[in-house]
């Protein structure tokens, strides 16, 4: 059952996590390692007069744990001994002390100002990193040095007084954008520290009265505890003790180290990459000018090819017409022509005698058919010559004198056809005449 006031005694005394209220007893000098890690609950720390080390990780992870008043005889805080108090408001450190150890208050999100004491001669690396309220820290006389990581990424700091004393600070202890006061930093500290007194003064008094007035005192017997924790585990040698506090020390030391060079590689990767990428979207955008340049001088050679083609093609309908102008007409045609045009003379001159015997209208019928057969026949023949020649004309392309091409024909007309047929008929009669003639004449 969690108690109103816890009692702290010291040695091996057993912290229960649910504490809200603890004080430290008066013979206590030393608050052992993880003597409160882990609990959440407490909210107030009443230290007396006597403690003179708080050691490691001591009130680590109190999440609630809102006001921190150091006696005048405390000398050294230990490492990760406020650690990721995310409640701190107020941090009052008095003259006495000497040694901040690392990362004593990382982590305390709410701490708004840090006034350390011309007593102290080391503040160690990471001590106040990752503050994010904090707006002013007040350094006193007394610093030589300040460490890697201090007040890193206390993106709120604005101001802060260093003093002549100071002759190292390391390139990542102190944000950019704070501004690094050396020529009144003793009456800035001054006016840091009575503004952190009053408040933490007025704040502590309210607490204090409304906690005493609704809660009773509860002590715990330290010889009790004492059976108890004997009971659960052996004791251990004091050297064994401090052999293990080097080594968690040492630990801790070598995860931060090696943290922070993770990160360091990570961005120098990360800038590496970002590099080479504005470097190819450079390549990319000298590619795509040169690929504009050469599209350009395509669509002005398609152009120039169009033209040409239209050329050609004019040429080749020229072409086409000079071949059809200059088709000669068979001479058998034209002779036909002139055959049938004298027979039909001599027929209206000499009439049609002698049809009326059978046997010679017989033979005449006998021999127009031959003759009609060989003429259809001939115009059959030329047809299809002409058809084959009008495909090739088709082809749209230019004729040449190596080309081998098929005699040209004309094609018969139908008019033309019955004059060669009439023309047959004359000559077949004028054959039965002679015939008839000579048969008479011996007879």
Request: glycine share 4%; hydrophobic share 35%.
């Amino acid at each position: 059952m969690a108690t109103d006031v816890f009692v702290y005694t010291g040695g091996k005394q057993k912290v229960p996590k649910d504490v809200v209220w603890a004080r430290i007893d008066s013979s206590v000098k030393v608050i052992g390692p993880i003597a409160f890690k882990d609990c959440e609950n407490l909210k107030y720390v009443e230290f007396s007069e006597g403690l003179e080390r708080i050691s490691s990780y001591a009130f680590s992870c109190c999440k609630s744990l809102q006001y921190v008043r150091l006696p005048s005889c405390t000398r050294k805080i230990g490492l990760g001994a406020f650690e990721n108090c995310i409640a701190m408001k107020y941090l009052v450190l008095n003259y006495g002390l000497e040694q901040i150890s690392q990362s004593s208050f990382s982590g305390c999100c709410l701490l708004e100002y840090v006034c350390i004491p011309s007593t102290v001669v080391h503040l160690g690396s990471y001590a106040f990193v990752d503050c994010i309220a904090l707006k002013e820290v007040a350094l006193n006389q007394g610093l030589t040095k300040i460490h890697h990581g201090t007040f890193q990424w206390c993106d709120a700091l604005k101001v802060i007084g260093v003093p002549f004393t100071v002759k190292s600070i390391a390139e990542d202890a102190i944000p950019e954008t704070a501004i690094k006061d050396r020529t009144n930093a003793s009456e800035f500290w001054r006016e840091v520290y009575l503004k952190v007194q009053e408040i933490a003064d007025e704040e502590e008094t309210k607490e204090i009265a409304r906690r005493r007035s609704t809660i009773t005192t509860a002590r715990v017997s330290a010889a009790d505890l004492t059976i108890q924790t004997n009971a659960a585990r052996p004791e251990i040698p004091e050297w064994q003790r401090q052999d293990r506090r080097k080594t968690t020390g040492t630990t801790t030391t070598k995860a931060l180290h090696s943290t922070t060079t993770t990160i360091i590689k990570e961005r120098d990767g990360l800038q590496r990459e970002v590099n080479s990428l504005r470097s190819q979207v450079e390549n990319l955008t000298s590619m795509f000018d040169l690929l504009n340049g050469v599209v350009g001088k395509l669509q002005l050679q398609l152009e120039a090819v169009s033209l040409q083609g239209k050329e050609t093609q004019g040429q080749l309908q020229q072409v086409i017409k000079e071949n059809n102008s200059n088709r000669k007409v068979p001479e058998y045609i034209t002779r036909n022509k002139t055959r049938s045009t004298n027979n039909s003379r001599h027929a209206t001159t000499t009439g049609a005698t002698g049809v009326d015997s059978d046997l010679q209208v017989r033979e005449s019928v006998i021999m127009l058919t031959e003759k009609l057969d060989q003429v259809m026949s001939m115009v059959q023949t030329q047809g299809y010559e002409t058809r084959s020649e009008l495909q090739y004309l088709k082809a749209d392309r230019p004729r040449y004198e190596d080309d081998e091409v098929t005699p040209r024909t004309v094609t018969v007309t139908q008019q033309e056809l019955s004059d060669e047929e009439s023309d047959s008929f004359d000559h077949n009669d004028d054959d039965d005449e002679d015939d008839d003639d000579e048969k008479s004449f011996f007879e």
